[in-house]
């Protein structure tokens, strides 16, 4: 099976805070992304990224960055948490070579900004 | 602008059938995608349509009628576990995923 790994299920940061949210997906995926997910809002999605060290801003990018070092990691960064970045964030990966709309998802990281 | 629609909670009885609807407008269309989500869990996938008709899987049916910008999901033999939020997603011409906000369903007893 499939296994994403969100590292932190809940993190509580402080206004101003630099935040690291970390995804690591065990199938060798290509395409990975960071969506967030906010009540009575459908996912939106972040960035995404199809290969190593290759990152493309989805909808809502502002305020966030992200990092691929390697395949199998992709990283979310809030260099400067606010309130308004309180959210679920939930990680995805899916193999290249298909209708990319079959994605495997991890726990998510519900993320608390105080 | 692109937009998906879905009734934001339903409620229905355990052993009966619901239909979850969906209505989309995307620029332009490669497929329509139902993922389940359990309470404080990752969204998992169910189904995928990019032809009309009917696909079944099981106790889980989904329908497509593209002309329509139309989509179901058909829960039969409702059980309790059934209780989670359903999420339908289209996948536009730049293959990116347009999610709805998500079907809250209930099941009672």
């Known amino acids: 099976d499939v296994k994403v790994t969100q590292s932190s299920r809940y993190l509580v940061k402080r206004t101003g805070e630099k935040v690291f949210l970390e995804c690591v997906q065990d199938m060798d995926h290509e395409n990975m992304f960071w969506y967030r997910q906010d009540p009575g809002l459908g996912l939106r999605l972040i960035y995404f990224?199809?290969?190593?060290?290759?990152?493309e801003k989805g909808d809502i990018p502002e305020g966030y960055s992200v990092s691929r070092e390697k395949k199998e990691r992709f990283s979310l960064i809030l260099e400067s948490a606010s309130t308004n970045q309180t959210s679920m964030y939930l990680c995805a990966s899916t193999p290249p070579g298909i209708v990319t709309g079959e994605l495997f998802f991890g726990e998510g990281s519900r993320l608390t900004v105080l | 602008g692109q937009n998906i629609d879905q009734p934001t909670e339903m409620t229905a009885t355990e052993g009966a059938i619901v239909q979850i609807n969906c209505t989309y407008q995307t620029s332009g269309f490669n497929g329509l995608f139902w993922y389940q989500q359990h309470a404080g869990e990752a969204p998992t996938f169910l189904s995928y349509?990019?032809l009309d008709g009917l696909e079944e899987k099981g106790r889980f049916s989904s329908f497509l009628s593209r002309s329509k910008g139309y989509s179901y999901l058909l829960l039969k033999e409702l059980q309790m576990k059934d209780s989670a939020s359903y999420l339908c997603?289209?996948?536009?011409?730049?293959?990116?995923?347009?999610w709805g906000a998500g079907t809250k369903l209930i099941i009672k007893p």
């Open positions: 997603a289209a996948l536009d011409s730049n293959y990116q995923l347009i």
């Open positions: 990224s199809y290969d190593v060290k290759m990152k």
């Open positions: 349509n990019v």
